[in-house]
């Protein structure tokens, strides 16, 4: 089974070269593992790599697949390998994998479990809800959505899986991602 992460490592051009690691989403070791000696840290994260020159916003909407993928660590070699990690939330109750939405909070490796429980118990008590007829499928996700960014400072977004799709729509209908006000994954400036 594994527990998947993805892994991106900034560029020069500010654009990024994402690679994959089978374990790395487990207890988010790779943010020590990772560094000027072991970039791939020892072959936790495989050389191949799966996409180059990605802009950062569409890391989440055409690479991170939320209900695949459980971490996504964000590599800055040019700052010596200083590695950010974020616990990715799968906010869908279905089963496919075509689209869906997900959320990204930044997260430690000691309060990592911390923000793991306190996502599936929420998530758990409104899937409750809804088989319960208590909420719609719609109002529990929107819901939960709110909580990631309100209780987390989560980042929520739309995964795709289409490098072509443009981040909006000319009447503004299609929501890729959103954003608590507080959060800076789309404010690239912090990563100058």
């Known amino acids: 089974m594994g527990h998947r992460a993805l892994v991106a490592y900034r560029r020069p051009d500010r654009l990024y070269d994402l690679r994959y690691s ?3 989403g487990q207890d988010l070791a790779l943010v020590d593992a990772i560094g000027p000696e072991t970039p791939l840290a020892d072959g936790a994260v495989e050389a191949p790599l799966l996409a180059d020159s990605v802009a950062r916003d569409r890391i989440l909407t055409a690479h991170l697949e939320p209900c695949i993928h459980e971490a996504l660590y964000l590599v800055r070699p040019g700052e010596n390998y200083t590695v950010t990690a974020y616990r990715v ?3 869908e109750w279905a089963d496919g994998r075509e689209e869906g939405r997900g959320a ?3 997260s430690e490796s000691a309060t990592d479990r ?4 306190w996502f599936r118990a929420t998530k758990t008590v409104l899937g409750d809800l809804v088989e319960m007829g208590a909420l719609s499928r719609r ?3 929107a819901y939960l959505e709110s909580r990631v960014c309100e209780d987390e400072d989560g980042t929520v977004y739309t995964y795709s899986g289409e490098e072509t799709i443009d981040s909006s729509t000319e009447n503004g209908s299609e929501r890729t991602h959103s954003r ?3 959060s800076e994954w789309f404010d690239d400036e912090e990563w100058e």
């Open 22 to 24: 089978h374990w790395g």
């Open 114 to 117: 911390a923000v793991e429980t």
């Open 89 to 91: 939330c799968w906010l």
């Open 180 to 182: 608590h006000p507080q």
């Open 139 to 141: 109002s529990a996700q």
């Open 104 to 106: 990204i909070v930044e």
